[in-house]
């Protein structure tokens, strides 16, 4: 029994080919609504519509939803994060140079925290910071 054929597939277009939501969330390995979700977040993922509302996206918007994708989900960022280095970065160098992105061209990476201890220093300023808030709500009830 020959196996399916799931459409064609990047291997079988040209490398310049646009390619349909369906293959782009295929090659991906996410969701349809995820894409479209990110076309709302990031204005910079604009693929081509067609009559009737069909996306074809172009290799460039395939390499950014990749870098994107990498970047929330193996890199730890936030859209709004994402949307911070692409304001700041641009696209081009957000694909083509990712450490870049992350930190900077003239900073280095800074030494890493045996595991955990960001968390306890996160709690801590965390609880500093609310005891700080309950101070100034204490006096402006005091005060009222």
């Known amino acids: 029994m020959p196996p399916e054929d799931d459409g064609p597939s990047r291997s ?3 490398p310049n080919a646009f390619r349909t939501i ?3 969330a295929h090659e991906l390995g996410l969701p ?6 990110w076309e709302s977040k990031f204005a910079q993922v604009s693929p081509m519509k067609r009559a009737g509302g069909r996306r074809y996206y172009r290799p460039d918007d395939v ?4 870098r994107i994708r990498d970047l929330l989900h193996h890199e730890g960022y936030t859209i709004k994060g994402v949307q911070k280095l692409l304001r700041q970065n641009g696209v081009k160098n957000l694909q083509k140079a990712p450490d870049v992105a992350k930190t900077g061209p003239a ?3 800074p030494p890493k925290a045996p595991p955990g201890t960001e968390i306890t220093d996160g709690i801590r300023a965390a609880v500093a910071d609310l005891k700080g808030a309950c101070g100034i709500l204490r006096d ?3 005060s009222a």
């Open 22 to 24: 369906s293959e782009v």
């Open 12 to 14: 079988t277009k040209s």
């Open 107 to 109: 900073e280095e990476a």
């Open 140 to 142: 402006a009830v005091k």
């Open 32 to 37: 349809q609504h995820v894409l479209r979700f």
């Open 63 to 66: 390499a950014l939803l990749s």
